[in-house]
């Protein structure tokens, strides 16, 4: 093809490199409207998304790989059974159809080529990992639309997936963030924290509501300690301990209009579906019930038959923890432990700010529930945390020797491995 030749105003000829195109790229790439490399059997973009990589008509598009560089699961009752129970086959047919022009259309000038990647990764990736499969489509049609009108979002989501990224990574959590995952969530955090010194309008309830749930989960996915001798409560005080459990205090301030907000949100089936979690109220001598905790456990909170439980600061906790006890899905566990965290009791969290030990005991308890569920962005916080805890109770309550008992289980934590 022979190079074509243009006049700039300035007189000056410049020639246009000519270039060839790609017509045997893979229909993945297509699909994309991305350069695709034609190596075979996989090329470089659907290798690093992790999908299987299509160059036959009748392969299906955007089919996730199980041997790629990462698995994808939405929430759901089978997580536990199979690391890939919940692994969807191939994406939604209206998200494959729109998404590289959804994301060319909502997108602002600014957005970089870089960041388009991320935001594909995000939708065909971690959103699965970061809600249930009844709203899955919800956050794929909504999150896209609210990230690219209101930045505080999107550097929330740049920065999720990134975290995601180095979960997949040889190092894992367990290293240090790297300078772009510190730029979008410290974006995030700061055009947030603004956004809620103002009056908050209606239109922006849902973008700031994704946001908090968000920064909820890089804060609870990111753990500084590389010890549990580093960690809450074992090392010294820091200003960043309990820093995952401060996030939940965004939601309350956009959920001050609760009715409105469920009536007019677009995420108001999540938050049906988490309200819908709780059992209905458990009887204490059931099989059911309360007291499907140990009873030594029960007894050393003060809780049966006979006891004032009103004024017991431990009573919401321990009857959260019941609700989960018995359950075999992945994902109440996780979603109970959610709404355990984001509804805490102001008496008890003061209890636990202060390292008082049945409260740091009752915490451990659910750490070591938590990490039944193996779930990406809780696995190192409930790992981490739930042995610091075991090591400051030693520490400092030897003496004990109901509370050292009650330690087994959280103990039990280690025989499940390094996260």
Request: proline share 5%; aromatic share 12%.
């Amino acid at each position: 093809m022979p190079e074509a030749v243009s006049n700039s105003d300035k007189g000056t000829v410049r020639k246009i490199r000519a270039h060839k195109k790609s017509r045997q790229g893979c229909g993945n790439c297509k699909l994309r409207a991305v350069k695709c490399d034609e190596s075979r059997p996989i090329c470089k973009r659907c290798k690093a998304y992790g999908v299987v990589c299509n160059y036959g008509r009748k392969s299906p598009d955007l089919e996730l790989s199980s041997s790629g560089g990462f698995h994808v699961s939405v929430l759901n009752d089978s997580s536990l059974s199979s690391p890939e129970a919940g692994v969807p086959k191939s994406i939604a047919p209206s998200l494959k159809q729109g998404l590289a022009a959804s994301l060319e259309s909502y997108a602002s000038d600014g957005l970089s080529r870089w960041e388009f990647e991320l935001l594909h990764r995000f939708q065909l990736r971690t959103i699965y990992t970061v809600t249930t499969a009844k709203s899955l489509a919800i956050y794929q049609s909504s999150i896209l639309k609210y990230a690219c009108s209101h930045p505080y979002l999107l550097h929330g989501v740049l920065a999720l997936t990134l975290l995601h990224d180095r979960y997949f990574s040889p190092l894992g959590l367990n290293s240090s963030l790297t300078p772009s995952e510190v730029y979008h969530w410290g974006r995030s955090l700061n055009l947030y924290s603004l956004a809620l010194t103002k009056p908050i309008a209606p239109a922006s309830r849902d973008p700031l509501w994704a946001t908090a749930a968000f920064l909820g989960v890089l804060s609870i996915a990111h753990v500084e300690a590389r010890t549990a001798k580093d960690s809450w409560p074992y090392a010294p005080p820091s200003l960043m301990d309990l820093s995952w459990l401060k996030m939940s205090e965004g939601k309350k301030t956009i959920w001050k209009d609760g009715n409105a907000f469920m009536e007019e949100s677009d995420f108001r089936i999540l938050a049906h579906e988490q309200q819908g979690n709780y059992q209905p109220p458990l009887v204490y001598g059931s099989k059911e019930g309360i007291c499907t905790l140990p009873s030594n456990f029960l007894a050393y909170f003060a809780i049966g038959d006979g006891f004032d439980l009103i004024d017991n600061p431990y009573y919401a906790s321990v009857y959260s923890l019941a609700q989960s006890w018995k359950l075999t899905s992945a994902f109440q566990v996780i979603m109970n432990w959610i709404f355990y965290i984001t509804n805490m009791e102001n008496r008890y969290k003061t209890l636990l700010r202060s390292k008082d030990p049945r409260a740091l005991l009752l915490m451990a308890y659910w750490y070591r529930l938590a990490a039944e569920t193996k779930h990406w962005f809780l696995m190192r916080r409930v790992h981490v945390e739930c042995e610091s805890i075991c090591l400051y109770l030693e520490q400092h309550y030897s003496q004990d020797h109901e509370l050292q008992i009650l330690l087994e289980y959280p103990r039990s934590i280690l025989a499940l491995g390094s996260p």
